[in-house]
């Protein structure tokens, strides 16, 4: 008998697709900070989904995707993410780049 938490390999394939596809639209990680749609749930650090996690994940799809983000990253799988990054040019940067010269004048 199998496990009610298993879930079906193409399920979970299914699942990571649309997590790679969905953005976080507000908040600090949101599009007014990060133009123009947000930063992949997928590159959330893990402290933001946790405080989530305390305090409560968004209503509907958007939290289910977060909370599924959290636990995977919890359990230590955050490199089931890595084919999605690769295909979307890396991961995400939370940073601005640096400058490496500087104009003292």
Known sequence: MADITEIDR????????EIG??????G??????YPPS?????????EYLSWF??????KG????????VCEIKAVGMDSVFEPLRHANGGRFRLRPVRSK???FE
Do not use: C, W, Y
């Open 101 to 103: 010269s500087f104009d």
């Open 61 to 68: 799809r958007l939290g289910e995707l977060m909370a599924q």
């Open 38 to 46: 947000g930063v992949p749930i997928m590159d959330l650090p893990p």
């Open 10 to 17: 193409e399920d979970f394939r299914n699942l990571l697709i």
């Open 28 to 33: 600090k990680f949101g599009i007014k900070f």
């Open 21 to 26: 596809k969905t953005r976080i639209p507000f």
């Open 53 to 58: 996690q305390e305090r409560g994940f968004p």
